[in-house]
Nanobody, 123 residues
């Protein structure tokens, strides 16, 4: 059983930064792509960023240039550095583990999910 635990969310002002962390249990962390998704109030959950096993990264257009995903396989942890936050970034952020080594922006490609961490950006 894999468990993902997010942390680092909070209330910030527009223009501020936050770093989210996602700690994963299990010995196969390094062989899976990891992703971050978010769900804003009244909206469907959407893809934010992903990182594959070798460190290649992928971003939604809405966060490209502001967010950075990274991973530390020795610590079984994936991070999401969020800079220049906007009010529209307000959402619950979830990390997820892909079913294999390939990344995807489709939620169905991910088999384990964290409980989510709230990010609120005030304007």
């Amino acid at each position: 059983q894999v468990q993902l635990v997010e942390s680092g969310g909070g209330l910030v002002q527009a223009g501020d930064s936050l770093r989210l962390s996602c700690a994963a249990s299990g010995r196969t962390f390094g062989s899976h792509s990891m992703g971050w998704f978010r769900q804003a109030p009244g909206k469907e959950r959407e893809f934010v960023a992903a990182i594959n096993w070798s460190g290649n990264t992928y971003y939604a257009d809405s966060v490209k240039g502001r967010f950075t995903i990274s991973r530390d396989n020795a610590k079984n942890t994936v991070y999401l550095q969020m800079n220049s936050l906007k009010s529209e970034d307000t959402a619950v952020y979830y990390c997820a583990r892909s079913q294999g080594i390939s990344w995807s922006h489709y939620q169905a490609a991910y088999d384990y999910w964290g409980q989510g961490t709230q990010v609120t950006v005030s304007s």
